[in-house]
Protein backbone atom coordinates (compact mmCIF):
# COMPACT_ATOMS: atom_id res chain seq x y z
CA UNK A 1 0.00 0.00 0.00
CA UNK A 2 1.03 3.74 -0.41
CA UNK A 3 1.96 5.41 2.25
CA UNK A 4 1.30 9.11 2.80
CA UNK A 5 3.07 11.21 0.15
CA UNK A 6 3.66 14.87 0.91
CA UNK A 7 4.47 17.52 -1.62
CA UNK A 8 6.81 19.52 -2.38
CA UNK A 9 9.24 17.95 0.02
CA UNK A 10 10.86 21.10 0.60
CA UNK A 11 10.07 24.56 -0.41
CA UNK A 12 11.82 27.91 -0.39
CA UNK A 13 9.75 31.52 0.08
CA UNK A 14 10.11 35.10 0.64
CA UNK A 15 8.18 36.48 3.38
CA UNK A 16 5.00 37.93 2.67
CA UNK A 17 4.51 35.25 0.05
CA UNK A 18 1.77 31.99 0.04
CA UNK A 19 3.03 28.47 0.18
CA UNK A 20 0.85 25.77 -0.21
CA UNK A 21 1.46 22.25 1.37
CA UNK A 22 -0.60 19.16 -0.12
CA UNK A 23 -0.95 15.85 1.93
CA UNK A 24 -2.36 12.74 0.05
CA UNK A 25 -3.45 9.96 3.16
CA UNK A 26 -3.57 6.52 2.66
CA UNK A 27 -6.48 5.58 0.94
CA UNK A 28 -9.76 4.76 2.87
CA UNK A 29 -8.17 6.69 5.81
CA UNK A 30 -10.58 9.23 7.50
CA UNK A 31 -8.50 10.53 10.02
CA UNK A 32 -5.58 13.33 8.56
CA UNK A 33 -3.74 15.29 10.57
CA UNK A 34 -1.05 17.95 10.74
CA UNK A 35 1.84 18.67 13.02
CA UNK A 36 4.52 20.95 13.04
CA UNK A 37 8.09 21.16 14.06
CA UNK A 38 10.11 24.43 14.59
CA UNK A 39 14.12 24.16 14.55
CA UNK A 40 14.91 22.50 17.99
CA UNK A 41 11.56 22.34 19.40
CA UNK A 42 8.57 19.82 19.80
CA UNK A 43 6.64 18.63 16.94
CA UNK A 44 2.79 19.91 17.52
CA UNK A 45 -0.28 19.48 16.76
CA UNK A 46 -2.18 22.01 14.20
CA UNK A 47 -5.05 19.86 13.07
CA UNK A 48 -7.27 16.80 12.38
CA UNK A 49 -9.98 16.28 10.12
CA UNK A 50 -12.29 13.30 10.16
CA UNK A 51 -13.15 13.07 6.55
CA UNK A 52 -14.06 16.49 5.04
CA UNK A 53 -14.82 17.92 8.32
CA UNK A 54 -12.55 19.48 10.49
CA UNK A 55 -12.33 17.79 14.15
CA UNK A 56 -10.01 19.67 16.17
CA UNK A 57 -8.41 22.92 14.86
CA UNK A 58 -7.15 23.86 18.55
CA UNK A 59 -3.24 23.99 17.21
CA UNK A 60 -3.35 26.54 14.03
CA UNK A 61 -0.60 29.44 15.06
CA UNK A 62 -3.28 32.06 13.66
CA UNK A 63 -5.61 33.07 10.60
CA UNK A 64 -2.67 33.07 8.51
CA UNK A 65 -3.56 29.65 8.20
CA UNK A 66 -6.02 27.64 6.45
CA UNK A 67 -6.41 23.76 5.98
CA UNK A 68 -8.56 22.04 3.98
CA UNK A 69 -9.77 18.76 2.90
CA UNK A 70 -12.17 18.84 0.29
CA UNK A 71 -14.26 15.22 -0.64
CA UNK A 72 -12.33 13.89 2.20
CA UNK A 73 -9.57 12.70 0.48
CA UNK A 74 -5.86 14.63 0.29
CA UNK A 75 -5.61 18.03 1.89
CA UNK A 76 -3.86 21.34 2.16
CA UNK A 77 -2.53 23.76 4.27
CA UNK A 78 -1.74 27.53 3.43
CA UNK A 79 0.00 29.52 4.64
CA UNK A 80 -0.31 33.30 3.56
CA UNK A 81 0.95 35.36 4.30
CA UNK A 82 4.51 33.54 5.39
CA UNK A 83 6.52 34.91 7.63
CA UNK A 84 9.66 33.96 9.36
CA UNK A 85 8.66 31.86 12.55
CA UNK A 86 6.77 29.86 10.16
CA UNK A 87 9.59 28.28 9.13
CA UNK A 88 9.72 24.50 10.42
CA UNK A 89 9.32 21.01 8.81
CA UNK A 90 5.11 20.06 7.92
CA UNK A 91 3.98 16.24 8.86
CA UNK A 92 1.04 15.16 7.84
CA UNK A 93 -0.50 11.57 9.00
CA UNK A 94 -3.45 9.45 8.62
CA UNK A 95 -5.11 6.51 10.24
CA UNK A 96 -8.16 4.39 9.96
CA UNK A 97 -9.72 4.84 13.18
CA UNK A 98 -9.86 7.09 16.13
CA UNK A 99 -7.03 4.84 18.03
CA UNK A 100 -5.23 4.01 15.10
CA UNK A 101 -1.49 4.20 15.04
CA UNK A 102 -0.94 7.30 12.79
CA UNK A 103 1.12 6.92 9.68
CA UNK A 104 3.09 9.92 8.71
CA UNK A 105 4.46 11.21 5.55
CA UNK A 106 8.14 12.53 5.05
CA UNK A 107 6.70 15.84 5.92
CA UNK A 108 7.82 19.37 3.80
CA UNK A 109 10.70 21.58 5.04
CA UNK A 110 9.19 25.08 4.74
CA UNK A 111 12.27 28.03 4.99
CA UNK A 112 11.22 31.33 4.76
CA UNK A 113 13.78 34.21 3.99
CA UNK B 1 -1.24 21.38 30.19
CA UNK B 2 0.09 18.00 28.86
CA UNK B 3 3.86 18.06 28.48
CA UNK B 4 7.06 15.79 27.70
CA UNK B 5 10.30 16.02 28.57
CA UNK B 6 13.52 14.10 26.89
CA UNK B 7 16.88 13.63 27.20
CA UNK B 8 18.47 16.49 25.20
CA UNK B 9 21.09 15.43 22.39
CA UNK B 10 22.79 14.36 20.32
CA UNK B 11 24.04 10.67 21.56
CA UNK B 12 26.78 9.53 19.70
CA UNK B 13 27.67 4.98 21.00
CA UNK B 14 29.86 2.70 19.33
CA UNK B 15 27.87 -0.24 17.89
CA UNK B 16 26.80 -2.84 20.58
CA UNK B 17 27.06 -0.02 23.21
CA UNK B 18 23.83 0.16 25.30
CA UNK B 19 21.18 3.30 24.96
CA UNK B 20 19.30 4.81 27.35
CA UNK B 21 16.62 7.82 26.10
CA UNK B 22 15.20 9.35 29.12
CA UNK B 23 11.86 10.72 28.75
CA UNK B 24 9.17 12.06 31.24
CA UNK B 25 6.03 13.34 31.04
CA UNK B 26 3.14 15.94 32.77
CA UNK B 27 0.07 14.69 31.85
CA UNK B 28 -3.71 14.72 33.57
CA UNK B 29 -5.31 11.23 33.53
CA UNK B 30 -3.76 8.06 31.79
CA UNK B 31 -2.90 8.61 28.86
CA UNK B 32 -1.07 6.10 26.52
CA UNK B 33 2.81 6.61 25.79
CA UNK B 34 4.77 6.07 22.39
CA UNK B 35 8.01 6.39 20.71
CA UNK B 36 8.31 7.33 17.35
CA UNK B 37 11.52 7.16 15.28
CA UNK B 38 12.45 9.12 12.41
CA UNK B 39 15.46 7.59 10.08
CA UNK B 40 17.27 10.02 7.75
CA UNK B 41 15.09 11.16 4.76
CA UNK B 42 11.87 9.19 6.18
CA UNK B 43 8.40 10.11 7.78
CA UNK B 44 8.00 9.27 11.72
CA UNK B 45 7.48 6.00 12.39
CA UNK B 46 6.05 4.00 15.58
CA UNK B 47 8.43 2.28 17.15
CA UNK B 48 6.34 1.03 19.78
CA UNK B 49 3.74 1.93 23.03
CA UNK B 50 2.16 1.09 26.12
CA UNK B 51 -0.92 2.01 27.10
CA UNK B 52 -1.45 1.51 31.01
CA UNK B 53 0.86 1.91 33.97
CA UNK B 54 3.81 -1.35 33.98
CA UNK B 55 2.98 -2.26 30.11
CA UNK B 56 6.69 -2.70 28.28
CA UNK B 57 6.12 -1.77 24.69
CA UNK B 58 9.29 -3.70 22.48
CA UNK B 59 9.97 -3.49 19.14
CA UNK B 60 13.12 -4.42 17.11
CA UNK B 61 15.35 -4.93 20.27
CA UNK B 62 13.80 -1.62 21.99
CA UNK B 63 12.11 -1.13 25.10
CA UNK B 64 10.50 1.08 27.63
CA UNK B 65 8.54 0.50 30.63
CA UNK B 66 5.33 2.69 31.58
CA UNK B 67 5.92 3.75 34.87
CA UNK B 68 3.41 6.12 36.59
CA UNK B 69 4.89 6.07 39.94
CA UNK B 70 7.66 8.22 37.97
CA UNK B 71 5.73 9.74 34.92
CA UNK B 72 8.27 7.99 33.10
CA UNK B 73 8.85 6.06 29.74
CA UNK B 74 12.73 5.60 29.20
CA UNK B 75 13.45 3.98 26.08
CA UNK B 76 16.32 1.33 26.29
CA UNK B 77 18.36 -0.94 23.71
CA UNK B 78 20.87 -3.80 24.95
CA UNK B 79 23.10 -3.17 21.67
CA UNK B 80 22.62 -0.68 19.22
CA UNK B 81 23.67 -0.93 15.85
CA UNK B 82 24.59 1.66 13.15
CA UNK B 83 21.03 1.15 11.58
CA UNK B 84 19.56 2.42 14.51
CA UNK B 85 20.92 5.71 13.65
CA UNK B 86 17.99 8.19 14.11
CA UNK B 87 16.04 10.88 15.62
CA UNK B 88 13.18 9.53 18.63
CA UNK B 89 10.26 11.15 19.76
CA UNK B 90 8.85 10.01 23.10
CA UNK B 91 5.32 11.61 22.87
CA UNK B 92 1.85 10.85 24.51
CA UNK B 93 -1.34 11.12 23.68
CA UNK B 94 -3.75 13.70 24.62
CA UNK B 95 -7.98 13.82 24.60
CA UNK B 96 -8.84 17.24 24.68
CA UNK B 97 -10.67 18.70 22.35
CA UNK B 98 -12.47 15.62 21.35
CA UNK B 99 -9.51 14.15 18.95
CA UNK B 100 -6.68 12.00 19.93
CA UNK B 101 -3.58 13.93 19.36
CA UNK B 102 -0.54 13.88 19.95
CA UNK B 103 2.34 15.64 22.44
CA UNK B 104 5.87 15.15 21.44
CA UNK B 105 9.30 15.91 22.90
CA UNK B 106 12.03 17.43 21.48
CA UNK B 107 13.30 14.34 19.78
CA UNK B 108 17.07 13.05 20.48
CA UNK B 109 19.35 12.31 17.63
CA UNK B 110 21.47 9.26 17.89
CA UNK B 111 24.71 8.32 15.97
CA UNK B 112 26.19 4.66 16.20
CA UNK B 113 29.77 4.51 14.89
CA UNK B 114 30.66 1.21 13.60
Known amino acids: EAGVTQFPSHSVIEKGQTVTLRCDPISGHDNLYWYRRVMGKEIKFLLH????????ESGMPNNRFLAERTGGTYSTLKVQPAELEDSGVYFC???????????FGNGTRLTVT | GNSVTQMEGPVTLSEEAFLTINCTYT??????LFWYVQYPGEGLQLLLKATKADDKGSNKGFEATYRKETTSFHLEKGSVQVSDSAVYFCALSDLKGGSEKLVFGKGTKLTVNP
Open chain 1, 93 to 103: ASSPGRYSPLH
Open chain 1, 49 to 56: FVKESKQD
Open chain 2, 27 to 32: ATGYPS
